[in-house]
Nanobody, 123 residues
C-alpha cells in the first residue's frame, strides 16, 4: 500500500506559481504510477498530469500542457507538480494519486489518494 500526503497549496495571484508536493509512505512508491487530479467548486474531479514509474513517460491535460510540470523523486518517495502562469480557473483542490497499473488519465486506475491541497488563484 501507499499513503499519500499533498502539500504546497495556497493563495496566489493570477500569473503566479506554486509547487505542490506529494509525500508517499509505504513500500510501493517506486512501482506506482503517479497522477495529479483536481476538483474545482461544483465540478467533477479532473485529470491534470501523470507520470510513469521511472519518470520516462509523462502526460498532461490540455489545460496543464505548457504551464505545469510533473516530476518524481523515487529516492525520496516524492512527487511534484510545478504550476506556473496560474489562472483563476485553476482554483481547485489538487489530489495526488498512485496507481499500480500503467500511468493514466483515468481516475479509476488509481487505488490510492491523498487528502488534497487547496489552490486558490485570485484575479
Amino acid at each position: 500500500q501507499v499513503q499519500l500526503v499533498e502539500s504546497g497549496g495556497g493563495l496566489v495571484q493570477a500569473g503566479g506559481s506554486l509547487r505542490l508536493s506529494c509525500a508517499a509512505t509505504g513500500h510501493s512508491f517506486a512501482s506506482a504510477a503517479i497522477g495529479w487530479f483536481r476538483q474545482g467548486p461544483g465540478k467533477e474531479r479532473e485529470f491534470v498530469a501523470c507520470i510513469g514509474r521511472t519518470g520516462r513517460y509523462i502526460g498532461y491535460s490540455d489545460s496543464a500542457k505548457g504551464r505545469f510540470t510533473i516530476s518524481r523523486d523515487n529516492a525520496r518517495d516524492m512527487a511534484y507538480l510545478e504550476m506556473s502562469s496560474l489562472k483563476p480557473e485553476d482554483t481547485a483542490v489538487y489530489y495526488c494519486a498512485a496507481s499500480p497499473y500503467y500511468y493514466s488519465n483515468d481516475t479509476r486506475q488509481y487505488d490510492y489518494w491523498g487528502q488534497g491541497t487547496q489552490v486558490t488563484v485570485s484575479s
